[in-house]
T-cell receptor, first 117, second 116 residues
């Protein structure tokens, strides 16, 4: 199946700093990538849809100025958590949709565990 | 927007028994329904999916049924094994190249425990 990678796998940072998370599709092109956040023992909540070459579409309640998304190429999307605070600590997971796929299947990255002290 | 409800939140079965997890969705335009298995700290893994033009799909011990009229779909696992223990999520989206952008709306998850 298609492979999606994320980097870093885990990060610990101080409150007020910014953290960048990369999501890459390794063996396919993805015009659309999705960013999810998952708190402990909860479901995946969609934060935003990242579109190559255009602005991301954010879900209601997600601050676009706090969670900056850049989808610069067909294989890379980045999520930057700006001025992170302890309540931003979570598991961030990206997914990508195969450009050629019509089934709607998404391939998930391994996730990034963010801990803000 | 789409709303997906999932039941039960926890399910404990004896090894060899069957497990059934049920989901309902609200948006009649949804036409793609995947099921994911997630182990602690890992990525969700697609285990089976179904599109709205099919009522049932089976893959070895796993099957999914879809009732479009009632807007509900179910996951069936037969002959459960300890390695089936994990959290299972249902999801719904409008699949295809147009419409909805393939946004997945997830259910709340079911913690399945298969006991020896």
């Amino acid at each position: 199946g298609a492979v999606v990678s994320q980097h870093p796998s885990r990060v610990i940072c101080k409150s007020g700093t910014s953290v960048k998370i990369e999501c890459r599709s390794l063996d396919f092109q993805a015009t659309t990538m999705f960013w999810y956040r998952q708190f402990p023992k909860q479901s995946l909540m969609l934060m935003a849809t990242s579109n190559e070459g255009s602005k991301a579409t954010y879900e209601q309640g997600v601050e676009k100025d706090k969670f900056l998304i850049n989808h610069a190429s067909l294989t890379l999307s980045t999520l930057t958590v700006t001025s992170a605070h302890p309540e931003d600590s979570s598991f961030y997971i990206c997914s990508a949709r195969d450009l050629a796929g019509v089934r709607g299947e998404q391939f998930f990255g391994p996730g990034t565990r963010l801990t803000v002290l | 927007g789409e709303n997906v409800e999932q039941h039960p939140s926890t399910l404990s079965v004896q090894e060899g028994d069957s497990a059934v997890i049920k989901c309902t969705y609200s948006d009649s335009a949804s036409n793609y329904f995947p099921w994911y298995k997630q182990e602690l700290g890992k990525r969700p893994q697609l285990i089976i999916d179904i599109r709205s033009n099919v009522g049932e799909k089976k893959d070895q011990r796993i099957a999914v049924t879809l009732n479009k009229t009632a807007k509900h779909f179910s996951l069936h696992i037969t002959e459960t094994q300890p390695e089936d223990s994990a959290v299972y999520f249902c999801a719904a989206s409008i699949g295809g190249l147009t419409g909805g952008g393939n946004k997945l709306t997830f259910g709340t998850g079911t913690q399945l425990k298969v006991e020896l």
